[in-house]
């Protein structure tokens, strides 16, 4: 059985740095795409970021230019690097595989 497990998240500063990584466990590694998303309190869940498996990127327009997908093959993660963060960043970031979700990792950005 498919397994995903984030890690990465933490409490940073405005305009500061994250990166986080989606540990894929079981299964076939590249068999398919990966999305980020993130839910902050009180919203609805919402897609960040995703990668297919040819390595094709989309992006929600509200982290464009800011934060990038990336696949790492031999290490079986798909990570999320996030730049020049924002306090509107706030939420748990999960990845998602189409059928399987992560436990999710709590991003926290101060102003």
């Known amino acids: 059985q498919v397994q995903l497990a984030e890690s990465g998240g933490g409490l940073v500063q405005a305009g500061g740095s994250l990166r986080l990584s989606c540990t894929v466990s079981?299964?076939?590694?590249?068999?398919?795409p990966v999305w980020w998303y993130r839910q902050a309190p009180g919203k609805q869940r919402e897609m960040v970021a995703?990668?297919?498996?040819?390595?094709?990127?989309n992006y929600a327009d509200f982290v464009k230019g800011r934060f990038t997908i990336s696949r790492d093959v031999a290490w079986k993660t798909v990570n999320l690097r996030m730049d020049s963060l924002k306090p509107g960043d706030t939420a748990v970031y999960y990845c998602?595989?189409?059928?399987?979700w992560g436990q999710g990792t709590q991003v926290t950005v101060s102003s």
């Open positions: 998602h595989n189409g059928a399987n």
């Open positions: 079981g299964g076939t590694f590249n068999a398919y």
């Open positions: 995703s990668i297919t498996r040819y390595g094709d990127t």
